[in-house]
């Protein structure tokens, strides 16, 4: 495998399910990140993790849990969602590096996305 | 407000035409980003540009840097219905990478 793989690709889920998104990126990257994209709306950024810790984290609804177990894998920890959690959800991986107290971050790589479907 | 704005938001051409999307801001980025995305997948990585008025060519296409480096312009020469897909643009500043909405293509054959 190459650059950045998702899985599923694709998900249907109740509202009382729990289920897992998977991303893994074989770039040797240090920083990985999760967005959300609904139709008609620009990227959303959901969440950062640099050096596997979580940086940012844009007010996401708890219903969504990220965790990074290593430098390469990011996971999405999907429960209770509502149908407006339909979207695609896309991982992104990129080499950030720091400058003194300044983190720069560099382009970054998506993998193919979730298509997820909350009924 | 987007801290990326994209025009046109749709652009629907007939096939062998030229067109020119474009990316503006009001901040100045480090470097930035054009991706092509298709529907169902994620964005891929066209090109990146990191230094005021700089000129990259990628076959039929032309990215161009600004030279204050807040805007960036892409073309394409004698576009094919392949060409298709959504654009984003993505500027980096520092530590964040902020995206446009994006320019539809649709290329007719």
């Known amino acids: 495998e190459t650059g950045v793989t998702q899985t599923p690709r694709h998900l249907v889920m109740g509202m009382t399910n729990k289920k897992s998104l998977k991303c893994e990126q074989h770039?040797?990257?240090?920083?990985m990140y999760w967005y959300k994209q609904s139709a008609k709306k620009p990227l959303e950024l959901m969440f950062v993790?640099?050096?596997?810790?979580?940086?940012e984290n844009n007010s996401v609804p708890s219903r969504f849990s990220p965790e990074c177990p290593n430098s390469s894998h990011l996971f999405l920890h999907l429960h209770t969602l509502q149908p407006e959690d339909s979207a695609l959800y896309l991982c992104?991986?990129?080499?950030?590096?720091?400058?003194?107290?300044?983190?720069?971050?560099?382009?970054?790589?998506f993998g193919p996305g979730t298509r997820l479907t909350v009924l | 407000t987007q801290l990326l704005e994209q025009s046109p938001q749709f652009l629907s051409i007939q096939e062998g035409e030229n067109l020119t999307v474009y990316c503006n801001s009001s901040?100045?980025?480090?470097?930035l980003q054009w991706y092509r995305q298709e529907p169902g997948e994620g964005p891929v990585l066209l090109v990146t540009?990191?230094?005021?008025?700089e000129v990259k060519k990628l076959k039929r296409l032309t990215f161009q840097f600004g030279d204050a480096r807040k805007d960036s312009s892409l073309h394409i020469t004698a576009a094919q219905p392949g060409d298709t897909g959504l654009y984003l643009c993505?500027?980096?500043?520092?530590?964040?990478?902020?995206f446009g909405a994006g320019t539809t293509v649709t290329v007719r054959a």
């Open positions: 992104a991986s990129s080499q950030d590096f720091a400058s003194g107290d300044t983190l720069f971050t560099d382009t970054q790589y």
């Open positions: 770039l040797g990257h240090n920083a």
């Open positions: 993790y640099n050096f596997k810790e979580q940086t």
């Open positions: 901040s100045v980025f480090s470097s």
């Open positions: 540009v990191v230094t005021g008025g």
């Open positions: 993505g500027g980096s500043n520092d530590y964040k990478l902020s």
